[in-house]
């Protein structure tokens, strides 16, 4: 199946990810589609709607600040500060929030 278009299965199941960083999407109300990468560090990357309903897919980042030293949590916001600064370009990423 083509996963960047609809929801992975596994087996006739949709897939469900019960992880700290999936449940922090879904807590928010997005719907968590497929994991893009494994947990590296303190992030995970998604493949995530708006909602249950939403057709539109974009990709988050969770990055958990719960165990960086300064120079982590420094680091990821720096990140933050430097994709809410891009211009809007087609070839780029497009920041949308962070929480």
Known sequence: PDCLRSPCR???MAY????TYALTLKARGFKVVRPLSAQSGHAKVF???ESEEAT????????SLTGLDAKGRASAQQEVSLLKGLEPHPNLIAYRESF
């Open 10 to 12: 596994v087996g006739a």
């Open 47 to 49: 493949r995530v709607a």
């Open 16 to 19: 469900h990810d019960q992880s």
């Open 56 to 63: 539109d897919y974009f990709v988050a980042k969770v990055v």
